[in-house]
């Protein structure tokens, strides 16, 4: 019986421990890569996808903005925007990594973004 209870008592401890050893590799690797992955000069404002492989993108390059066409096998633009269209509040999942989560607010806004739902 104590020993049942000792090797869930140690799962649950180790399991707890990968968790949280994940969140921290995450973090440290997303450190590392942020500025490979997302340009500094260069964001994108908006995207639309219009077929499976396209997509319109509308992007800000030092404050001018130009509006794409990307699919698989061709990336043009299409014109340069007279108005500029304001950049989005750069948000993260549950705004504040893990703890932003933890709270039902962050969870849900976490949800609406992944659904694409404002």
Known sequence: MIGDVLSMLLALIGTACVIVLTYYASKWYARK??????????KIVDRLVVSK?????IIDIEGKQ?????SEQNVQV?????ETI????????GGDGLRGLVNKEGLMN?????????
Not at 86 to 93: G, V
């Open 78 to 82: 299409l014109m340069r925007l007279d």
């Open 110 to 118: 976490a949800f609406k973004k992944w659904r694409g739902v404002d």
């Open 66 to 70: 130009y509006m794409m066409g990307v």
């Open 53 to 57: 492989t396209g997509s319109l993108l």
């Open 33 to 42: 890569m942020g500025p490979i992955a997302g340009g500094k000069h260069i």
């Open 86 to 93: 304001p950049l989005p509040i750069e948000q993260n999942f």
